[in-house]
Nanobody, 126 residues
C-alpha cells in the first residue's frame, strides 16, 4: 500500500494550495480518506476527512479549517485532494493523507486510520 502526498510548498498568507494524495495497493473506494497535519513542536491533528463511497462521500472538517479547506476524492484516479484557501501562517505544517475505515464517530481519530502517506510540507509566510 502506498499513499503519496504532494502539492506542498512555500506560499504567502492569503494564497491557495491544492494538496494531492495518490493511493495504490488497496481498494480505494472502500476506504475513508483523511488529512491530518503536524505543526513544528505540536501533536498531529485532524484536518478533514471524506468518507468512502458506501458512506456517501461525506466530508468532515476540523473547526479551525471549516470554510477554507475542502476535501474531495476522485475514485477513478484513486486520489484524494485538499484544497486550501486563504492560507494563514498557523496552517504551516506537514500535511499527511491517511486511509482507514473508521465509524462516523471516529473519523477525527488518527488511530482509526491504518495507512499513512509520508507527508507534504506547507509553509505559509506572513
Amino acid at each position: 500500500v502506498q499513499l503519496q502526498a504532494s502539492g506542498g510548498g512555500l506560499v504567502q498568507a492569503g494564497a491557495s494550495l491544492r494538496l494531492s494524495c495518490a493511493v495504490s495497493g488497496l481498494t480505494f473506494t472502500t476506504y475513508t480518506m483523511a488529512w491530518f497535519r503536524q505543526a513544528p513542536g505540536k501533536e498531529r491533528e485532524f484536518v478533514a476527512t471524506i468518507t468512502r463511497s458506501l458512506n456517501g462521500g461525506r466530508t468532515f472538517y476540523a473547526d479551525s479549517v471549516k470554510g477554507r479547506f475542502t476535501a474531495s476524492r476522485d475514485n477513478a484516479k484513486n486520489a484524494v485532494y485538499l484544497q486550501i484557501d486563504s492560507l494563514q501562517p498557523e496552517d504551516t505544517a506537514v500535511y499527511f493523507c491517511a486511509a482507514g475505515r473508521p465509524v462516523f464517530s471516529g473519523v477525527r481519530d488518527s488511530s482509526a486510520y491504518t495507512h499513512w502517506g509520508q507527508g507534504t510540507l506547507v509553509t505559509v509566510s506572513s
